[in-house]
């Protein structure tokens, strides 16, 4: 049998939320594989209902340029992190990130690699930020790189802590129909974090993943044979619903869908930052 270590087992918990026994028990009879543990525990219906995106190892901050092309917008989204967030709330921090954003959206640089070879200020963006590492004691570097075009493209930056720089950002692709609810649906998803625009967007092999989820869960709690497809059809919608953008309760707005908020209106597309995730 595997050792089974303190770290796996916290590890195993804080994205399940289940009692340190079963965790271990999990683990156990995983033989230390986490991944089966973790099933494990679903299968059980142990985990939580509540979604963890676990704690952040990085400091740092978003931000975000909207660009005018012909009969279209694209927006250039970045992610710069440094090792404290006394570093990040530094305005000389904050500068370079917009310095740094800025030279990106000129050069139309799509990654993070990409970027770091861009002329800024008479040198390269690595260049740049390896100096203010230097001057500002600290390790920086550029981690991410995001960039959204569509027929319109709306943005949000959102703040986890009021006296640091924005930590989440969001860009939201949509047609001129989505424009009045376009704000509302970014704040939704900075929120929420689906994963999934649409249901048919969600991979087959984590369709018939989490269709094994719901059958062996449903067993596991004694369900008659001759009711379990009706249980696993529910249990599927909840898992759409909880992670497909359409099909999510708006968060400002719990009593209705994002699809039934954009009425006519469609999105094409989103990205969501989170700073060390």
Known sequence: MAEINKADIKALRDRTGAGLSDVKKALEEANGDIEVALDAIRKRGLAKAAKREGNTAKEGMVAVRIDDLTGAQVATLIELNAETDFVVKNDKFITLANDVLNAVADSGAATADAALAVPMNG??????????????????????????????????????????????????????????????????????????????????????????????????????????????????????????LHEQSLAQDAKKTVQAHLGEGHITGYERVRVGS
């Open 123 to 244: 040198q390269t963006v690595n260049d740049a930020i390896v100096e203010a590492s230097g001057v500002m004691g600290e390790r920086i570097m550029l981690s991410r790189v995001v960039r959204v075009q569509g027929e319109n493209v709306t943005t949000y930056l959102h703040h986890t802590s009021p006296d640091l720089p924005p930590s989440i950002g969001v860009i939201v692709a949509h047609d001129a129909a989505a424009k009045p609810v376009a704000k509302d649906i970014a704040q939704h998803i900075a929120f929420a974090n689906p994963q999934w625009l649409h249901r048919a967007d969600v991979p087959a092999d984590i369709v018939a993943h989490e269709t094994d989820i719901a059958r062996e869960t449903s067993i596991n709690e004694g369900k008659p044979e001759a009711a379990l497809p009706k249980i696993i059809e529910g249990r599927m919608n909840g898992f759409y619903k909880e992670n497909v």
